[in-house]
């Protein structure tokens, strides 16, 4: 998929495939991506949003995160340090 050194070889799974693995929604990863916190790389061709592997574990951290009740705004910050 891609040239060399073009991003769409690292960022390979689909959205529907990463909200599948993930167990969350296409909506959720819409939201995430809105707020800076997980943004998929968007294809220019097609339009399609694909992720990459590491974004699973960012996409995990993000869930723990939510779940222990921290916001999205501190969630971001903790991501930029």
């Known amino acids: 998929m891609g040239k060399q050194g073009d991003p769409s070889e690292e ?3 689909s959205a529907g495939d990463f909200a599948s693995f993930c167990k969350t929604t296409r909506d959720t990863l819409r939201y995430y991506s809105k707020q800076g916190i997980l943004v998929p790389y968007r294809d220019p061709e097609n339009g399609y949003h694909y ?4 974004q699973l574990g960012s996409f995990f951290f993000i869930l723990t995160f939510r779940r222990l009740g921290y916001s999205v705004e501190e969630i971001r910050e903790f991501m930029n340090m």
């Not at 992720?51 to 590491?54: A, D, G, K």
């Open 11 to 13: 960022f390979c799974i």
């Open 51 to 54: 992720y990459s592997v590491p």
